[in-house]
Nanobody, 122 residues
Framework: QLQLVESGGGLVQAGGSLRLSCAAS????????MGWFRRAPGKEREFVAV????????SHLDSVKGRFTISRDNAKNTVYLQMNSLKPEDTAVYYC???????????????WGQGTQVTVSS
């Protein structure tokens, strides 16, 4: 079992930054690939970024490359999403999730957090 709790969301102006955190409790956090997804109002859930278990491989959605960075600290059982140069179209509920391998397919993620709201004003 793995429990995931996101934090760090909020309201920010366009061009601003936020850092999301996802704290995991349970066994063997360091063996899981960790991903971030988002769901904007009226849209389907969308892959944002993923990092493998060891932290030496990542993948990011094209539209966030150069602006968002995923990272993890296995000693703290936490994964982060640093979001810079935020745009109004980044407004969404952001979720962290755990999968057995690095993937952008939501169906392969076994554990999900409750989500944290990010709102970017223009």
């Amino acid at each position: 079992q793995l429990q995931l709790v996101e934090s760090g969301g909020g309201l920010v102006q366009a061009g601003g930054s936020l850092r999301l955190s996802c704290a995991a409790s349970g066994r063997s956090f360091s063996t899981w690939a960790m991903g971030w997804f988002r769901r904007a109002p009226g849209k389907e859930r969308e892959f944002v970024a993923v990092m493998n278990w060891s932290g030496d491989s990542t993948s990011h959605l094209d539209s966030v490359k150069g602006r968002f960075t995923i990272s993890r600290d296995n000693a703290k059982n936490t994964v982060y999403l640093q979001m810079n140069s935020l745009k109004p179209e980044d407004t969404a509920v952001y979720y962290c999730a755990a999968a057995r391998g690095q993937t952008d397919e939501a169906s392969e993620y076994e554990y999900w957090g409750q989500g944290t709201q990010v709102t970017v004003s223009s």
